[in-house]
Nanobody, 115 residues
Framework: QVQVVESGGGLVQAGGSLRLSCAAS????????AGWHRQAPGKQRELVAH???????MYANSVKGRFTIFRDDAKNTVSLQMNSLETEDTAAYYC?????????WGQGTQVTVSS
């Protein structure tokens, strides 16, 4: 059984930075891939960043150049470094871990960016 827990959300002013962390337990060897998603009130959940087992990354156009996703395989964590935050980045952020062909979701962490 894989457990996924996000942390690091909070309130930050526009232009500031936050680092979100996703810790996965119950992992055998390593994760296959991971993604960070976000959902604002009244909106669909959207993928913002993804990293695969070969460390290839992709980003939504809205966050390119500002967000960086990276993995620490020794600790089975996946982080999202968010710089130059904008009010439009305000959302609940969720981590999804792919392991042995299955996807596991965390509970979410709230990011609120003030003007």
């Amino acid at each position: 059984q894989v457990q996924v827990v996000e942390s690091g959300g909070g309130l930050v002013q526009a232009g500031g930075s936050l680092r979100l962390s996703c810790a996965a337990s119950g992992i055998i060897d390593s994760i296959s891939g991971a993604g960070w998603h976000r959902q604002a009130p009244g909106k669909q959940r959207e993928l913002v960043a993804h990293i695969d087992r070969s460390y290839n990354t992709m980003y939504a156009n809205s966050v390119k150049g500002r967000f960086t996703i990276f993995r620490d395989d020794a600790k089975n964590t996946v982080s999202l470094q968010m710089n130059s935050l904008e009010t439009e980045d305000t959302a609940a952020y969720y981590c999804a871990i792919v392991h042995l062909g299955n996807t596991y979701w965390g509970q979410g962490t709230q990011v609120t960016v003030s003007s």
